[in-house]
Each structure stands twice: as C-alpha cells, then as structure tokens.
C-alpha cells in the first residue's frame, strides 16, 4: 500500500508538472480567452454586449465653458484681452448633437479599439471637431470603478509646429506655430482657430497674448482610460477650444488699432465614465478570464504538491525501512 501509494504520488506529480508546462508553453487556455474575448467582445449584432452598446449606457455629458471679455473697449483700443471663464453648461451629448458623428466617443462602438489591446499600441482616432485624424498614446496604468485600465492621451506632438505637421498649415508653409490648428478649411472659410483648451500644449505667446488663460494638464488635457482586454472605454475627456483669429484691418476705423491673436471664443470637454452597474458586470468578466488563464498554475501547484507528498512517502519509506530491517534483526539476534 505504501509503495503504491509512493510510486501514484511520484508519477502523477510528474504528469501535472508536464501537462501544466505544456499548456503554459502552447498558451491554451490564453488563446481560447482570447478568441471568445475576440468573438464576445467586437460588436456585432446579436451579442449581449452589441445590445447594451446599442443603446449606449455610458451618457457622454458636454460642457461648455464660454470667455467672457471683461474689457471690450480696450480690446479695440488695441489693447489685451482679458477674458474670464464662465461656465460650465453642461447638455448631455447625444441630445445636443444632432448625429453621433459629432462623438470622439465613437470608440466606445468598438470601431476604433479593439479587444486585447497592449500598452504599445499607438491607437487613431478622427474627432470630426479637429477635421484631421489624430492618435493617442499609451501614458500609464489607471483603474476606474476597480476596473484596470490604460490610459491614452493626446500628445503634445498633435498639434505641435513639427515637419509632420507642416501639411495642415495653410496656406502652405504658413504654420502659425505650436498647440493651434487653422481649421478654416472645414469650417466653410470661418477663421476658426483650433487649439487645447486655455491653449495647453500651445507656444507660450498664445497663452500671454490674453489675460486669464491658465492652461494645466489636470482640467485641459484629453484622455481616454480603455479596459485592454476588452477594449472597452471606461473613461475618458475630449477637451478642445474654438478660437478665432482675429486681424488687425487698417482699412475699417472701428477695429484699425485692435492687435492680431487667436481669440478664444469656448472650449468644450466631452466626458464619460463607467458607470457602477456595468463596471460590476465587467469585473466579473475580467476574473472569469483570469481564473481559466491561470488553470496551467493550478495545475502545476498540484503537481507541486503531490511531489512534496512524494518527498515525504520517499524519506519516510527509508526510515521505515530502516526500522524494519532493524526489527528484522531483533529476532536473528535472539535465536
Ligand atoms: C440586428 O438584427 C435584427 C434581426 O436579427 C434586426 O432586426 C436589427 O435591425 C439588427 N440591428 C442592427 C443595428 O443591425
Ligand atoms: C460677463 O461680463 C460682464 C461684464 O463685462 C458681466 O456683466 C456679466 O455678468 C458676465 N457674465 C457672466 C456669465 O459672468
Ligand atoms: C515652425 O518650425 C519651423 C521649423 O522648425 C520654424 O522655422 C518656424 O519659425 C516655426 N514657426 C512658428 C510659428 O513657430
Ligand atoms: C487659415 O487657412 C486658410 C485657408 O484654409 C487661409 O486662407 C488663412 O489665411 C489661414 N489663416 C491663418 C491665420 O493663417
Ligand atoms: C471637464 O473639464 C473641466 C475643465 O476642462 C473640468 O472642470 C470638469 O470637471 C470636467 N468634467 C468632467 C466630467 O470630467
Ligand atoms: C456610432 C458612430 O458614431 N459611428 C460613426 C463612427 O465614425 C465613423 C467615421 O469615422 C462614422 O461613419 C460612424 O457613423
């Protein structure tokens, strides 16, 4: 019985070993997570998760900040604007834009990001407001509602006055310079100046030309916190700001001695965020996946076990050997 024991022990510790390192090394169990990830997770129609996206349950809520000019008659005398923050009036996006082209939030269809992603990835997004597709870049790990997130921002280099930008300054070769965009081609010829709110990220002059600009990363930057495994966003802030710009014409009294600068006008910040009820849902998903990669681990640690069992039959074995030939010896001494 013991050597059974002994021998079942070692040999099925042996098996698990092999069999969990095997499954670890042909990812099994990560590749069947992924594929039902892939095929659960991508919308289409049908699936649970295309019905609750369908009807999105994440309300996308706009804010409008608006500048109010404090000193309107100076301004035309030529000097500095000083501009103050009111706001925010807040709409929630999808009643105020008349089409859901209008979102950034268009990733959350999962057209823009997919299942699995990893932290370097570079991910394209086109916020229709910017007329030019853009990317966000991985910047650190987040965790929203408990639920583990990557967190993508716009980099500097978007809008910075670099060659690979050199295409967007109209006319061509004339680049107004770091954190602005002359948007003015899309906005039907408006001399609509595009930049970060409170021109974040935007040369310095743009910001010291007008009084009250305060431009921080915490209020002014954009954002997107997405779940990697499912792609889903759990997060996320698209903030940019209208500016016009604003010339100086010699020809007209009224505004002959007014100064030429990027004016702003509003900014606006897009947000979403995962709300409990799905965040619950999500975390169970997560740790479902989680459990089956990890069934190779489980299996090891058995086989682990077993063999310490089979350590221990084996030491054992010998002691108790020991004693027996020692009792077997007794009686030889005796007769
Ligand atoms: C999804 O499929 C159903 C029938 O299978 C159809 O009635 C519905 O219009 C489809 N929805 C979309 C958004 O394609
Ligand atoms: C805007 O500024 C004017 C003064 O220039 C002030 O009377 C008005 O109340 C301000 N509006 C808001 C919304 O703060
Ligand atoms: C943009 O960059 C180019 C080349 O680096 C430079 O010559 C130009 O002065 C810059 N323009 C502005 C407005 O900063
Ligand atoms: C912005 O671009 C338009 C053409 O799209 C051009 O006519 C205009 O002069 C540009 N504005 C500035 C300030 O460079
Ligand atoms: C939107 O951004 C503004 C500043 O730009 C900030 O004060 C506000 O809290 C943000 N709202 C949300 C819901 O993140
Ligand atoms: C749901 C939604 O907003 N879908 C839009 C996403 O963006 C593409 C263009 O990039 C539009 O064609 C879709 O209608």
């Known amino acids: 019985m013991g050597r059974c024991g002994f021998y079942t022990a070692g040999t099925l510790s042996l098996l698990l070993l092999v069999t969990s390192v095997t499954l670890l090394v042909a990812r099994v169990f990560q590749k069947a997570v992924d594929q039902a990830v892939q095929k659960n997770v991508v919308l289409r129609n049908g699936t649970e998760i295309f019905d609750s996206w369908e009807k999105p349950p994440l309300p996308v809520y706009t804010q409008f900040y608006f500048f109010n000019v404090t000193n309107p008659e100076e301004i035309l005398r030529g000097e500095k604007p000083l501009l103050q923050e009111v706001g925010p009036y807040t709409y929630r ?17 999962g057209d823009s990001f997919h299942p ?8 394209y997004v086109f916020p229709s407001d910017l007329c030019r597709s853009v990317y966000i870049t991985f910047s650190g790990f987040e965790s929203v509602q ?5 967190r993508y921002k716009l980099p500097a280099e978007i809008l910075a006055n670099t ?7 109209l006319p061509q070769g004339n680049c107004l310079g770091s954190g602005v965009l002359n948007a003015s081609i899309c906005k039907d ?25 305060h431009p921080n990363k915490e209020d002014h930057e954009t954002f997107v916190d997405i779940n990697p ?15 016009v710009y604003v010339k100086k014409l010699d020809d007209f009294l009224e505004t002959g001695d007014i100064r030429t600068m990027v004016f702003p006008v509003m900014y606006l ?12 849902r999500l975390k169970s998903v997560i740790n479902t996946t989680m459990i089956i990669t990890n069934i ?7 086989g682990v076990l077993l063999g310490l069992v089979f350590t221990w039959l084996a030491c054992r074995g010998q002691g108790s050997m020991d004693e027996g030939t020692a009792d077997e010896r007794a009686p030889l001494i005796r007769t």
């Open 93 to 109: 996006a999808l009643d105020w834009w008349a089409t859901d082209k209008c979102n950034m939030i268009n990733g959350t269809d």
């Open 269 to 280: 910040n897009e947000s979403v965020l995962l709300d409990k009820e799905s965040a619950s």
């Open 116 to 123: 699995l992603i990893t932290s370097d990835e570079v991910l």
């Open 229 to 243: 495994l499912t792609g889903i966003i759990l997060r996320a802030a698209k903030r940019f700001q209208i500016n």
């Open 296 to 302: 190779p681990y489980i299996i090891m640690a058995l």
């Open 146 to 150: 408990g639920v583990p997130a990557l």
């Open 189 to 213: 010829g408006a001399p609509i100046i595009m930049s970060f709110p409170h021109f974040y990220q935007a040369d310095e002059r743009f910001v010291s030309a007008i009084g009250g600009m």
């Open 163 to 169: 060659s690979e930008n050199a295409g967007f300054c």
